[in-house]
């Protein structure tokens, strides 16, 4: 079957609607935290337990994401995450006890695996194949605006009503977010018949070297952006500091844009990669000048949003096309459990070890994170792809 021209406006209407989904679920709770624990009296780690417990629905669905995409198509399944995103909010408005919290944040957990950035691209790629790139990049430059739009939102909405109102204005404007998947692709995709040769060591190296890569530095990223507000106010530093995180989420993911095929998503994961490490070494500065954690904050922005591309775009690279949706449901699983265990973890550790010891322990991670980086590469070079040639 002839691969479909993509529609001229997917990228601005994906992109807003990723915008407000990623705002109304991961981005809320390092806002409304500290008026949830005023209110209901609950600790910071119960509280972040309900994005761990979401967390953790998205590693136990995502396996079965291939199968209710080929059913049901990319416009359906997407659009129904989107509504339970938009339901979960209003439940969490509603409900005065801890349990009744993990709930809304089980049923978020469904949603978020089912209209967030890998379930859009797993359809779109199907759809498009390798033309699917450009327009992947495009929607991530909205999606990141996420943290720079809804951080400041919900500040301001919080300071003339209460919290329980403020989701309910995200519940809403999760609805809004549904009708943007009107001129989605309908069309439903064929789940590709599993080969019967057997996996080639080198297929089988490169899976597992990505499935590490993206585990650990979704444990960081997601720890880092979930608990970032945090940080800013360690430093006596307004709200509004972490706007910065979201123009350097788009302004990064806009140069990767504009560098086009000549930036290869392995060439992109290096050099990702090998900044982790030095960002951190800027947030540590941040204990001698504080403007250092403005420059963090920027940094690892910047960072995170390249993050994003990686994950949807090393798979065309590493495995083929066809088998996208499969395979990276498999593959993502780990990355999903660790992001699942980040943001108690990194609420434990904050309270543990304190912001300037958790950048400590963030920052060896990283290490191990670029090592990995650097294998995938020579992994390629022996498969004799010319990894980093133009």
């Known amino acids: 079957m002839e691969t479909p021209a993509l529609p001229r406006r997917l990228?601005?209407?994906?992109?807003?609607?990723?915008?407000?989904?990623?705002?109304?679920?991961?981005?809320?709770?390092?806002?409304?935290?500290?008026?949830?624990?005023?209110?209901r009296g609950w600790s910071a780690p119960q509280i972040y337990l309900g994005l761990t417990l979401a967390m953790l629905v998205m590693a136990a669905v995502s396996p079965y994401v291939a199968r209710l995409l080929a059913r049901f198509g990319g416009q359906r399944?997407?659009?129904g995450g989107t509504l339970l995103i938009a339901a979960s909010c209003a439940g969490m408005a509603y409900t005065r006890t801890l349990s009744g919290w993990y709930c809304a944040w089980l049923l978020c957990g469904l949603g978020m695996r089912l209209s967030l950035y890998d379930a859009l691209f797993a359809a779109l790629v199907n759809l498009y194949g390798q033309q699917a790139r450009g327009t992947i990049s495009r929607i991530t430059l909205m999606g990141?605006?996420?943290?720079?739009?809804?951080?400041?939102?919900?500040?301001?909405?919080?300071?003339?009503?209460?919290?329980?109102?403020?989701?309910?204005?995200?519940?809403?404007?999760?609805?809004?977010?549904?009708?943007?998947?009107r001129h989605f692709p309908r069309q439903r995709f064929v789940v590709k018949p599993k080969a019967s040769a057997p996996v080639s060591p080198q297929d089988r190296r490169n899976s597992w070297l990505y499935a590490t890569f993206i585990a650990?530095?979704?444990?960081?990223?997601?720890?880092?952006?979930?608990?970032?507000?945090?940080?800013?106010?360690?430093?006596g530093l307004p709200v509004a500091v972490g706007m910065l995180w979201g123009i350097g989420q788009t302004g990064a993911r806009f140069m990767e844009v504009l560098a086009g095929a000549r930036l290869?998503?392995?060439?992109?994961?290096?050099?990702?990669?090998?900044?982790?490490?030095?960002?951190?070494?800027?947030?540590?500065?941040?204990?001698?000048?504080?403007?250092?954690?403005?420059?963090?904050?920027?940094g690892y922005g910047a960072i995170n949003g390249l993050v994003t591309i990686i994950k949807a775009t090393l798979p065309l690279e590493l495995f083929s096309a066809e088998r996208y949706a499969s395979r990276t449901g498999m593959l993502l699983i780990p990355g999903q459990l660790m992001a699942a265990a980040s943001p108690f973890a990194f609420a434990w550790l904050n309270k543990t070890l304190g912001i300037t010891g958790t950048l400590w322990f963030s920052m060896s991670l990283t290490l191990i994170i670029a090592g990995l980086a650097v294998s995938m590469l020579r992994s390629q070079q022996q498969q004799g792809l010319p990894a980093l040639s133009d």
């Open 11 to 39: 990228a601005l209407t994906a992109g807003c609607h990723q915008l407000l989904n990623w705002g109304i679920s991961f981005y809320m709770p390092g806002t409304f935290a500290r008026a949830i624990s005023a209110d």
């Open 144 to 181: 990141g605006l996420a943290s720079a739009v809804f951080w400041p939102l919900g500040e301001a909405l919080l300071n003339v009503m209460a919290w329980q109102d403020a989701l309910k204005i995200y519940a809403l404007s999760g609805l809004l977010s549904a009708l943007l998947l």
């Open 216 to 235: 650990l530095i979704t444990f960081v990223s997601s720890g880092t952006s979930t608990h970032l507000p945090e940080f800013i106010a360690s430093f």
């Open 77 to 79: 399944v997407v659009m």
């Open 264 to 298: 290869t998503p392995l060439k992109l994961t290096l050099f990702t990669a090998i900044a982790m490490p030095l960002c951190f070494l800027i947030g540590l500065s941040s204990t001698l000048f504080v403007w250092c954690a403005a420059g963090f904050v920027l």
